[in-house]
């Protein structure tokens, strides 16, 4: 069975510092991993999403993360936070069938 | 293109009633995914339906059940309602199992 642990259940940062939001899994199979973000009484939006290729991902609004097959982890993270960065960030894992799994989510707070 | 809508978008009902959830997918998708999302918590997978057939569920009683229909709308029934029923339920449409889910603003239930 799949899991996905955010390691940070709120993570607050100053206006313009680097933020890092970490996420691991653990799967016998090989996954794709998501990361969406939620605004305030809304849905979730993809940032971006690993399915194979580059290690490395570039998603919308600046974010980037890592896959890391050994240490199973895919932390996302941002050179440089706004305040409208403040939102929930949720990680997700999918084996490509019909479920996907997801974390419990960190709170990033962006302070001016 | 038109994305995803959920209706109602806050709901209030007394525990043991019975309520439907109604959810339009983005043209083109022909896959429904349900996900239940409790206060301070990930969403929850319930189930997902593809071309009118449940494809997998979550561990969810039977109490929650679904429909999809020729136009890949899809309803989500939940009977008998809890008070730990109380939650933002989630609506993602996609062109397949597997392929990248796209969600919906969700329904507000709140059970009393």
């Known amino acids: 069975a799949q899991s996905v642990t955010q390691l940070d ?21 090989s996954v794709y991993l998501f990361w969406y973000v939620q ?15 580059s290690t490395l991902v570039k998603g919308i609004n600046g974010f980037e993360a890592e ?23 949720f990680c ?9 799994i997801f974390g419990a989510g960190t709170r ?4 001016a | 293109e038109t994305g995803v809508t ?11 009633q019975q309520v439907t959830l109604r959810c339009s997918s983005q043209s083109g998708h022909n896959t429904v995914s349900w996900y239940q999302q409790a206060l301070g918590q990930g969403p929850q997978f319930i189930f997902q339906y593809y071309r009118e057939e449940e494809n997998g569920r ?17 309803e989500l029934n939940v009977n008998a309602l809890e008070l730990d029923d109380s939650a933002l339920y989630l609506c993602a449409s996609s062109s397949g199992t597997g ?7 969700g329904t507000r239930l709140t059970v009393t």
Do not use: M, W
């Open chain 1, 92 to 100: 997700a894992v999918d084996t490509g069938g019909f479920k996907t």
């Open chain 2, 6 to 16: 959920q209706s109602p978008t806050h709901l209030i009902k007394t525990r043991g």
């Open chain 1, 39 to 53: 605004y305030p009484n809304q849905g979730l939006q993809l940032l971006l999403k690993y399915l194979s290729g």
């Open chain 2, 99 to 105: 392929y990248e889910q796209y969600f919906g603003p």
């Open chain 1, 9 to 29: 259940s709120q993570v607050p940062v100053f206006e313009e510092a680097p933020v890092e939001l970490r996420c691991n899994y653990s799967s016998s199979v």
């Open chain 1, 67 to 89: 896959f890391n097959k050994s240490q199973t982890s895919f932390h996302l993270r941002k050179p440089s936070v706004h305040i409208s960065d403040t939102a929930e960030y």
């Open chain 1, 108 to 111: 990033l707070f962006v302070k």
């Open chain 2, 58 to 74: 979550g561990n969810f009683p039977p109490r929650f059940s679904g429909l999809q229909f020729p136009n890949y709308s899809s």
